[in-house]
Structures are given as C-alpha cells and as structure tokens.
C-alpha cells in the first residue's frame, strides 16, 4: 500500500509541477500577445484543475484524471518541440511532466490491478 500512495503522491507533485510550468511558461516567460494573456494562460492551465480538485478526496481517481488530461499536454508539447516556436527546455520539460503524470497513473494501475488479482486467489 505504502508504494501505491508514492506512486500517487509522486503523479499528484508532478500534476503541480506541470501546472506550475504552465503558468510561467504562458505568463512570464513567452506570452504570446498581451491581448490574449488571460485567454492563453486560462487555456493552458484549466485542464489540470480537476484532476488536482478530485486528488483531493481520492489520489488514485485524480493521477487518473491527470494522466487523461497530460495526454493532451504530451501532444502539445511534442508538437511545440516539432515547430520550434517557444523555448525548446519548456516544451521538453512539458514533454517529460506530461510523460511522468501518464507513467504515475499507469503504474499505479498495474500495481492496483496486481494486488487485486493476488488478494482473490
């Protein structure tokens, strides 16, 4: 049980860093116009709120979230990374926090769905 919670608690830090690197990334270091500030940042960082809302009653239920949402920041970030656009350290860090979320909530799967089988035979 102890590496379960880890391995949770390990995604739910890693969903915060990733939340954290959107809004630097969208407010301070490469805005993209002034006009569209708000819009850019609430696009950027709003998905990763409800995986962050539910860890706090369940850190398996919310990594999962997480992990569904990072999919899409996975995608993005590769594609940022393919068009050389932004800073290639934000789009890689996005990349591999993205990566990490997905990997948390699938280990943490394989471990749950483990335990679980050995508990019925």
Do not use: Q
Request: aromatic share 10%; glycine share 10%; proline share 5%.
């Amino acid at each position: 049980m102890s590496g379960e919670s880890t391995t949770l608690r390990w995604g739910i830090g890693t969903l915060i860093a990733l939340l954290a690197l959107e809004i630097l990334w969208h407010a301070w270091i490469a805005p993209a116009r002034p006009a569209l500030f708000w819009p850019s940042l609430a696009l950027a960082s709003a998905p990763l709120l409800p995986g962050l809302w539910t860890a706090r009653s369940s850190l398996r239920r919310g990594v999962l979230i997480g992990g569904i949402v990072c999919l899409f920041y996975f995608a993005h970030g590769v594609t940022t990374l393919w068009n050389g656009d932004a800073p290639r350290w934000l789009a890689s860090s996005e990349v591999l926090l993205a990566l990490a979320v997905i990997g948390a909530s699938g280990w943490d799967a394989r471990r749950y769905r483990r335990a679980k089988t050995t508990a019925s035979t």
